[in-house]
């Protein structure tokens, strides 16, 4: 966030808070990608012109071909149809095409019908044509193509460089359109992936998809008040697509990264303090096991012999006691073998996965994994293998991985071979490792045999007692003095500092945030009252709406209720009015940056009386003209669009005939 003459930079603020220099707040910033300098967010409209359907009909309703082209309006467009005649299939495949990924809503049935779905839009200023091939509900062909304006791309269905039509890119799969229309959106409307905590440790994304949730209203009975998820916060990341609130995106982003690190930080000290108990109860055993020797043998009067046999025997038994403690460190190099490649395979298994799941882990699959700079010998730790897995950036450099994902299942081959063959190390290496404890314990069973005839051979036992005792002593010794004392987990500086910026960071935007958005939210909680009360929703005094984009229901007279728990109908009429408030509010105090694309199915279905709804219909229309909003909306009421709404807004067709 830029500073205003006269107050300190963000950076300059967070070093003071956190009691570094400014030069280590950078350095923790720019090592997880965060940024230091949070811009107002770029213009997102997102303006519909065109939508082309072809292909054959099959059933009772006009089977055969057909070839329909629909136009929006630039403010409201009505799809008036009879029930099940496709006016929501329009909106399902608009989404279609702008999402990348169709709704569970879109029948298959009327997938099957589609040969070509062609729609004309423009996207934060560029004109975009998307166009589908299909057959038997799936995408066969898919590109993406723009040129000068929206005129010439509306007939254009390939690429045409004579007359400036290029593609944006190409699909040939419906996951490919998918992934590709993903990241052309997130791109084109200057939107960050959704980075949430996952697992105490790990993190998950949310893309497109999740954000299209803002531009596409839930029905009554869905139970977010924004979008299809309502965990991991996704809700409140939605309202920042209606609002541009100060470091909203930002805090958003920091306190993930800061929460993982608290949480790896605390897995790993709690590793540590369990290896350092396990130490410390293993030589304290050893301890009590050698006093118990030494008592034993002070309580042994020396005893001369001169018989051949027992000194024979007492060298068999220090030969013996020598060649199980060589076992022992075969055994033990054994088991740090087996170790190492349980590791190996472990992080085989987890390229694997991340492989799978992610396009940057792909294209430094075959990159080298250095552990050192390559110019000044220095360590690469942990952390920035991490941060190269999370937040994209290279482990050397730190920089943005960026390439082409040209072949992801050669690569998650290669990793599932690699993960195959490090299990086979594993197992051998466990193998050898059980071979070696047999070993030992063959070795230690023979030693107890020299040591109970030494005992034996000697009437007076004395002799073979103090000598079975001397070899005690001495083994027990030998083993403790190579064993290493439990030291105190020491605390690491660098991420202790780490975690200290982070939070001193998420304070001030956080408090930065909600100073900004406190007089705003008074103005939109008032705006949701009034235009919800206009819709309908019965008894009610007040609303709050927080950046959770969590929503309290104040009823005259009754205790306050959450959003969730409200009737479908009344659910439905609260997001519309939440939708046209944030952006009402938010253009009104120039922090709206919502791309001014709203889709509403049927809201008159959701048990809304007829008053309401003609109301409900005025206010979308009154808004979409003065807002620069445009919505497309569905009625199976007749009657109700013709009188609410203007006549030009309409597209429908006869009772009981199809849309398209």
């Not at 990608?33 to 099959?58: D, F, N, Y």
């Not at 809700?235 to 209606?242: C, E």
């Not at 993930?256 to 930080?265: K, P, Y």
């Not at 051998?428 to 051979?457: M, P």
Request: some cysteine; hydrophobic content about 40%; proline content about 5%.
């Amino acid at each position: 966030m830029s500073a205003p003459k006269g107050e300190a930079l963000l950076e300059t603020r967070i070093a003071e808070r956190a009691k570094v220099p400014v030069e280590d707040v950078r350095d923790v910033f720019a090592a997880y990608g965060l940024p230091l300098v949070i811009s107002p967010a770029r213009p997102r409209s997102l303006r519909l012109h065109r939508l082309r359907l072809a292909g054959e009909r099959t059933g009772n309703i006009q089977p055969g071909p057909f070839d329909t082209t629909l136009h929006f309006s630039d403010d409201l467009t009505a799809f008036v149809a009879s029930n099940l005649r496709g006016k929501s299939s329009v909106l399902e495949l608009v989404t279609w095409c702008l999402r990348g990924t169709r709704r569970k809503e879109l029948a298959d049935r009327v997938r099957g019908w589609l040969r070509h779905v062609d729609l004309d839009a423009t996207v934060a200023g560029t004109p975009m044509a998307f166009r589908l091939d299909l057959a038997e509900g799936e995408i066969t062909s898919a590109v993406v193509l723009t040129g000068q304006d929206p005129a010439a791309l509306a007939e254009a269905r390939s690429p045409d460089p004579a007359r400036g039509i290029t593609p944006l890119f190409r699909a040939f799969s419906t996951e490919s359109y998918a992934e590709q229309t993903a990241g052309l959106m997130l791109g084109r409307l200057d939107l960050q992936p959704i980075l949430n905590r996952y697992k105490e440790t790990g993190t998950q994304t949310h893309g497109w998809p999740a954000y299209f949730g803002a531009l596409y209203l839930p029905t009554g009975a869905d139970k977010p008040l924004m979008g299809e998820v309502i965990t991991d916060g996704l809700p409140g990341r939605l309202l920042q697509v209606f609002l541009d609130l100060p470091a909203a995106a930002a805090l958003t982003r920091v306190k993930t990264v800061r929460d993982v690190r608290v949480a790896e930080s605390k897995a790993r000290r709690n590793e540590a303090e369990a290896a350092a108990t396990e130490r410390t109860a293993a030589r304290e055993h050893l301890e009590e096991e050698l006093d118990k020797a030494q008592k034993l043998l002070a309580g042994l009067k020396p005893s001369e012999t001169s018989e051949v046999s027992l000194v024979d025997l007492a060298h068999a038994a220090m030969d013996l006691a020598q060649a199980v403690a060589d076992a022992q460190d075969d055994w033990e190099e054994a088991d740090r073998t087996f170790r190492r490649a349980r590791a190996e395979r472990q992080q085989a298994a987890k390229l694997l996965n991340d492989v799978t799941e992610s396009a940057t882990a792909r294209l430094l699959f075959h990159g080298l994994n250095p552990t050192s700079c390559p110019r000044c010998d220095q360590a690469i730790d942990d952390d920035r293998h991490h941060r190269e897995r999370s937040a994209h950036t290279c482990a050397v450099c730190a920089r943005e991985v960026t390439g082409d994902d040209e072949d992801p299942q050669a690569v998650t081959a290669e990793a599932q071979a690699r993960l195959d063959a490090t299990t086979t190390a594993e197992d051998d290496a466990k193998t050898e490792r059980d071979q070696a404890r047999t070993e030992v314990g063959r070795l230690t069973n023979q030693l107890k045999d020299v040591q109970t005839q030494l005992r034996r051979a000697q009437s007076a036992a004395d002799l073979p007692a103090r000598l079975a005792a001397q070899e005690a002593v001495l083994r027990l010794e030998g083993a403790l003095s190579v064993f290493p004392e439990a030291e105190d987990v020491p605390q690491d500086e660098t991420e202790a500092k780490a975690i200290s910026i982070l939070s001193a960071a998420a304070d001030l935007l956080d408090n930065d945030s909600k100073a900004a958005a406190a007089k705003l939210f008074e103005e939109i909680n008032d705006e949701i009252t009034s235009l919800a009360t206009r819709f309908g929703v019965p008894s009610l005094e007040a609303v709050s709406i927080d950046r959770a984009a969590r929503l309290q229901i104040f009823p005259v007279g009754s205790a306050p209720e959450w959003f969730n728990r409200q009737a479908p109908g009344a659910k439905l009429r609260l997001r519309i009015a939440v939708a046209i408030a944030l952006l009402r509010i938010g253009r009104r105090n120039g922090v709206s940056t919502h791309p001014g694309l709203l889709l509403i199915d049927s809201p008159k279905s959701e048990e809304m009386q007829s008053d309401h709804a003609h109301q409900l219909f005025r206010e979308l229309a009154k808004v979409a003209a003065d807002s620069e909003l445009q919505v497309l909306i569905t009625t199976a009421d007749f009657d109700l669009a013709h009188a609410a709404l203007p006549e030009e807004t309409i597209r429908q067709t006869a009772p009981g005939a199809a849309l398209w």
